[in-house]
């Protein structure tokens, strides 16, 4: 069993968000969820104002400074406490949050895997910030476009519009992925289709999770709110969490307006029985005809010595 969790977010509350976090992982573990799916940079809250302000406005730079305040680093405690709340639920747990790096004040669109016993798995860093997204993070490079072996197949995913890149996709369904997760913030009629579409291109599972907020979720204090967002009736993100086989039929889901968990069971024998047919990286992939080369070597602005 599967859920994906659409859920509002402490806005711009690290340890509040966390906590958040791992109240309802408990409680989709209880609803006998295996693997447990999070929002696109749900810690500390995706940042939205990039889409309603001025980059050389003063207030986004307040807005600016919060998140990196608030962002994670990895590994910390707040990943440490992630990974418990994984732990005490004997699950798998998928987190997006916007992530710092320690040495530097680039911050990141990642996304977090934990397993059953707590441990940090794995991360993924969106490789391309979309849009107004680029004035706060950074692009992440090959080195973080791996997949996990788990009891339930190979799990792994990317992040909103990496999903529009049709390389990255392949990447993906070439290291054999089974279960694709696709935490995104995009609210728009296109996206339960986008997910139909990669699910019936790769014969892959397609976890969608979107967040659910509204603008009564800001902070009065943060300058410059009243400026851009308004009352209650002002979404940030209505959700679109859904759930979708490998045939492109939709399993459970979208849900929209309201915060809640979406299920549904999984059956990896029902995947790789669908490649039977049409496996993207297998006999209908033609290499004598195309050939996609990925460079998986992190991309460090420095090395010393014999790194």
Not at 93 to 105: H, K, L, M, N, S
Not at 280 to 289: K, T
Request: net charge negative.
């Amino acid at each position: 069993m599967v859920a994906a969790v659409q859920s509002c977010p402490v806005f711009l509350d690290r340890a509040a968000t966390i906590d958040k976090v791992c109240g309802l992982v408990d409680e989709a573990s209880r609803l006998g969820a295996g693997l447990i799916a999070f929002p696109e940079s749900f810690v500390p809250a995706y940042p939205d104002w990039v889409w309603r302000s001025k980059p050389w406005d003063d207030g986004p730079g307040e807005w600016y400074a919060r998140l990196l305040e608030q962002s994670v680093v990895v590994p910390s405690p707040a990943t440490d406490a992630l990974g418990e709340a994984a732990r005490g639920a004997a699950a798998y747990v998928a987190v997006g949050v916007t992530e710092r790096d320690p040495t530097v004040a680039t911050l990141y669109n990642t996304l977090l895997y934990f397993g059953p016993d707590g441990r940090l798995l794995g991360k993924h860093r969106k490789l391309m910030p979309t849009g107004g997204e680029r004035l706060v993070w950074g692009m992440g490079d090959g080195s973080t476009l791996a997949v996990l072996d788990t009891p339930f197949g190979r799990l792994g995913g990317l992040t909103c519009w990496e999903n529009y890149m049709p390389l990255a996709r392949a990447a993906m369904y070439a290291q054999g992925i089974d279960v694709y997760l696709a935490p995104t913030w995009d609210n728009s009629d296109v996206w339960v289709p986008t997910l139909r579409h990669i699910a019936k291109e790769g014969r892959v599972f397609v976890i969608g999770i979107t967040a659910c907020i509204r603008a009564t979720a800001i902070p009065a204090g943060i300058p410059g709110r009243s400026d851009l967002y308004g009352d209650e009736d002002d979404w940030l993100s209505q959700g679109n969490s859904a759930i979708v086989g490998p045939d492109g039929a939709v399993l459970a889901g979208p849900l929209v307006g309201e915060e809640g968990i979406v299920m549904a069971e999984l059956d990896v024998a029902e995947a790789r029985l669908a490649r039977r047919q049409m496996d993207p990286i297998g006999h209908y992939a033609r290499p004598d005809v195309f050939r996609l080369s990925v460079d998986t070597a992190s991309k460090p602005a420095v090395t010393f010595g014999d790194e």
